[in-house]
């Protein structure tokens, strides 16, 4: 299910005036930590414990007529020594979102509590803000995201992600490499873009016995603090409404050790 239509009458929608292709990438900070998994003590920043990861993230950029250009891909990298243990993991299908939404997923197959993210859409020839929400869900090796707005338009999408690197390289831990979809809110209107996004993923399951964690901490913390990394991949202007390979903002980040 992926669609954008208004909730208000509009007559007509203006052509969006662009200054031209961006000559820049939109600046990104990240913000990363280890947090509790409800309902299960002793998780959270602990070494070798299990643990969510709530993941903030923070676009500035002028380039899409005075806002960042579409959000089409986020790359994200957990430290090195993290772990992912997807099987045992109910899972839910992406056709399964996209024509039934997160109703039609199977209970315990929900990565993580409801994130936000605050984004802009077009009004008519006006572009105003819009907060959404964002359900994950398991799916395999790797997540999906249900995007969901009600005002002031109506926006569903689903974005697929996908887990490369389980056992790390390259400085860092496992990759999650998520596609995010190009939404329009009407025909010929410029594409949605987003200036913040809150999410956080992980769980537990009890089976025969034991408690298994999707993602558990490393079991040491460099000094100054575990590096994540996060690229946010931005729409090309000059190709829209085709979708092209575009501008990528890379954000780095040290989470905190475990306070001993």
């Given at each position: ?18 200054a031209g292709a ?70 839910c299908s992406e ?166």
């Amino acid at each position: 299910m992926r669609r954008a239509s208004t909730c208000l009458a509009v007559l007509g929608v203006a052509l969006f005036a662009l200054a031209g292709a961006a000559s820049a990438a939109p600046t990104v900070t990240l913000k990363a930590k280890a947090v509790p998994i409800t309902g299960f003590p002793h998780t959270g920043n602990i070494l070798g414990a299990g643990a969510a990861v709530q993941a903030e993230f923070t676009i500035k950029g002028t380039e899409y007529g005075g806002f960042p250009p579409p959000l089409i891909g986020v790359v994200f990298y957990l430290p090195t020594g993290a772990k992912i243990h997807s099987a045992g993991f109910k899972s839910c299908s992406e056709a399964t979102l996209k024509n039934m939404g997160p109703k039609g997923c199977v209970k315990g197959s929900a990565a993580g509590p409801i994130g936000h993210a605050l984004g802009v859409v077009s009004i008519g020839s006006e572009r105003v803000h819009e907060e959404v929400s964002i359900a994950s869900f398991f799916t395999g090796n790797g997540l999906l995201f249900y995007t969901e707005g009600h005002a002031p338009v109506q926006l569903e999408f689903v974005s697929a992600g996908h887990y490369v690197n389980l056992g790390g390289g390259g400085g860092f831990g496992p990759k999650l490499i998520t596609e995010v979809p190009l939404v329009e809110t009407l025909p010929g209107a410029p594409d949605s873009s987003v200036e913040t996004i809150n999410v956080k993923v992980g769980a537990a399951i009890k089976s025969h016995g034991k408690t298994i964690y999707y993602g558990t901490m490393p079991k040491k913390c460099p000094k100054g603090g575990f590096p994540v990394k996060a690229e946010l991949i931005f729409a090309n202007i000059a190709a829209l409404p085709a979708r092209a390979t575009g501008e990528t903002s890379t954000a780095l980040y040290k989470a905190p050790c475990p306070k001993h």
